[in-house]
């Protein structure tokens, strides 16, 4: 099979999965809610066995991502890079319609422009 054909069985695998676990979870839902619930030990097993079916399911996804992309395996948590961009001048309401917006000029003042409909003004 051609590497595109397999990233895309591979691909159709994953939104399966994805399919699936939705479903799951969608049905722990409506279990969790019925009035018996906590009552009843066959509707708890249930939902214990979906959780770890969900867990599998995500695990596989994993898997699968990790054969569609052999280079961008996960680093563990020590070896991964820390993203230190600045962020200087930048507002709690920065980007937020109708908020004010922070900046620095180019002597380091602050100035303040009024965000309308996403433009700044």
Request: charge should be positive; charged fraction near 40%; aromatic fraction near 2%.
């Amino acid at each position: 099979m051609a590497g595109t054909q397999k990233v895309g069985v591979i691909g159709d695998t994953i939104a399966e999965l994805t399919n699936s676990i939705s479903h799951l979870r969608r049905t722990n839902e409506y279990l969790k809610a019925h009035k018996e619930f906590k009552t009843d030990l066959e509707l708890r097993e249930a939902v214990e066995e979906n959780e770890d079916l969900i867990q599998r399911r995500l695990e596989q996804i994993k898997d699968l991502k990790e054969k569609m992309n052999p280079h961008k395996r996960a680093l563990p948590e020590s070896r991964k890079v820390v993203d230190k961009r600045s962020k200087v001048g930048m507002h709690e309401n920065q980007g937020k319609v109708g908020g004010d917006k922070k900046n620095m000029d180019s002597d380091g003042d602050e100035k303040n422009k009024q965000v309308k409909g996403g433009f700044m003004l």
